[in-house]
């Protein structure tokens, strides 16, 4: 079961360092409680990035389990913390996979929606969208995925991708054109 | 009379045939709008934005662009409705090493070890380096 997200950041700050104390006095469960906290929209971020969910999965378990290591090192807070990790781990991940397949042809797509309810969610719309996401460059697909997937305001992503709002509405504006020219021709 | 050195000067209105990088470029990484009629517009944007309200379409190729990106917002909608598979919190804990996270002592607040030869060998040295300072200032 999920655990509610408590009202105010300061409340929210309050509680995590909480758990942190917890986790690091030898509580090694606690830690499900800030996985259960915040792993939905980190596991959204990572499959809007990624757009395949086993690597979504991995990447995500990889953040925390390097989010559990180095624990202690946390300052602040730790969804913005464990926020970056995820963020970096998807940017690797593309970077690793772009250069294995320099073209995006349809069979060189991440695997696709497994499960067979994902499969009937899976629009044509949403697979052209995924794959014109994936042509890109990450700085914009990443802007785009917090802005659209996410639904979060450019304040929030300014303030977890340590930049402007100007610097993102102008990665989101190139990413919307840039879709908007692979989409239109068949949608438009 | 001076030389014309910018021999580009000649061909102002022929174009300079493309390099196959610069073909290749991702349409992303371009830094000019998109020439033609792909341009997301003003109203478009301020609208996804959330600082206007969706757009009346003034002409054909707007209702176009707003159809397609409602139906895209309709699909993010969805998106955001995504949860993270049950089965993922047991797998990352099942996963975290054993060892709990160290506390991130300053140096001079970590524990060391020392073991009696060492800590014989640093007295004696210790010794040593008095002694020739005691000598030097003799000396002197």
Same mark, same amino acid.
């Given at each position: 079961?999920?655990?509610?997200?408590? =009202?105010?950041?300061?409340?929210?700050?309050?509680?995590? /360092?909480?758990?942190?104390?917890?986790?690091?006095?030898?509580?090694?469960?606690?830690?499900?409680?800030?996985?259960?906290? &915040?792993?939905?929209?980190?596991?959204? @971020?990572?499959?809007?990035?990624? $757009?395949?969910?086993?690597?979504?999965?991995?990447?995500?378990?990889?953040?925390?389990?390097?989010?559990? /290591? @180095?624990? =202690?090192?946390?300052? $602040?807070?730790?969804?913005?913390?464990?926020?970056?990790?995820?963020?970096?781990?998807?940017?690797?991940?593309?970077?690793?996979?772009?250069?294995?397949? #320099?073209?995006?042809?349809?069979?060189?797509?991440?695997?696709? &929606?497994?499960?067979?309810?994902?499969? #009937?969610?899976?629009?044509?719309?949403?697979?052209?969208?995924?794959? =014109?996401?994936?042509?890109?460059?990450?700085?914009?697909?990443?802007?785009?995925?917090?802005?659209?997937?996410?639904?979060?305001? &450019?304040?929030?992503?300014?303030?977890?991708?340590?930049?402007?709002?100007?610097?993102?509405?102008?990665?989101?504006?190139?990413?919307?054109?840039?879709? /908007?020219?692979?989409?239109?021709?068949?949608?438009? | 009379?001076?030389?014309?050195?910018?021999?580009?000067?000649?061909?102002?209105?022929?174009?300079?045939?493309?390099?196959?990088?610069?073909?290749? +470029?991702?349409?992303?990484?371009?830094?000019?709008? %998109?020439?033609?009629?792909?341009?997301?517009?003003?109203? %478009?944007?301020?609208?996804?934005?959330?600082?206007?309200?969706?757009?009346?379409? *003034?002409?054909?190729?707007t209702a176009r662009q707003v159809d397609l990106w409602r139906r895209i917002e309709e699909d993010s909608q969805r998106r955001r +409705?995504? *949860?993270?598979?049950?089965?993922?919190?047991?797998? %990352?804990?099942?996963?975290?090493?054993?060892?709990?996270? +160290?506390?991130?002592?300053?140096?001079?607040?970590?524990?060391?070890?020392?073991?009696?030869?060492?800590?014989?060998?640093?007295?004696?040295?210790?010794?040593?380096?008095?002694?020739?300072?005691?000598?030097?200032?003799? %000396?002197?």
């Amino acid at each position: 079961m999920k655990t509610t997200v408590p =009202a105010s950041p300061t409340d929210q700050l309050e509680v995590d /360092q909480d758990i942190i104390s917890r986790v690091l006095a030898g509580d090694r469960d606690a830690f499900s409680t800030l996985i259960n906290r &915040y792993s939905d929209p980190l596991y959204r @971020h990572a499959l809007g990035m990624t $757009g395949s969910p086993d690597v979504a999965e991995d990447i995500l378990q990889m953040s925390f389990i390097k989010a559990y /290591q @180095h624990l =202690a090192e946390v300052r $602040g807070r730790f969804d913005a913390w464990v926020f970056r990790i995820v963020a970096n781990g998807c940017k690797d991940w593309l970077k690793n996979i772009r250069r294995q397949h #320099l073209s995006y042809d349809e069979d060189d797509q991440p695997s696709s &929606y497994s499960t067979p309810d994902e499969e #009937l969610d899976r629009t044509e719309l949403r697979s052209d969208l995924d794959r =014109a996401l994936m042509t890109l460059a990450p700085s914009l697909r990443e802007a785009f995925v917090m802005k659209h997937v996410e639904g979060r305001s &450019y304040e929030e992503m300014a303030d977890l991708l340590g930049t402007t709002v100007g610097a993102l509405k102008m990665r989101v504006h190139r990413a919307r054109e840039a879709l /908007q020219a692979l989409l239109e021709e068949k949608y438009a | 009379m001076q030389d014309n050195l910018n021999a580009r000067d000649g061909d102002a209105g022929r174009e300079r045939p493309r390099r196959a990088s610069e073909q290749a +470029q991702p349409l992303s990484d371009r830094e000019v709008p %998109i020439a033609g009629g792909t341009a997301t517009s003003e109203m %478009i944007n301020s609208w996804l934005d959330g600082d206007a309200p969706e757009p009346v379409a *003034v002409n054909a190729d707007t209702a176009r662009q707003v159809d397609l990106w409602r139906r895209i917002e309709e699909d993010s909608q969805r998106r955001r +409705q995504l *949860v993270t598979p049950a089965h993922v919190t047991a797998q %990352i804990m099942a996963a975290l090493p054993t060892d709990l996270p +160290q506390m991130a002592l300053p140096w001079w607040k970590k524990q060391m070890q020392v073991s009696p030869v060492v800590a014989i060998a640093a007295a004696a040295g210790l010794v040593a380096l008095g002694a020739a300072i005691g000598n030097s200032m003799r %000396i002197r």
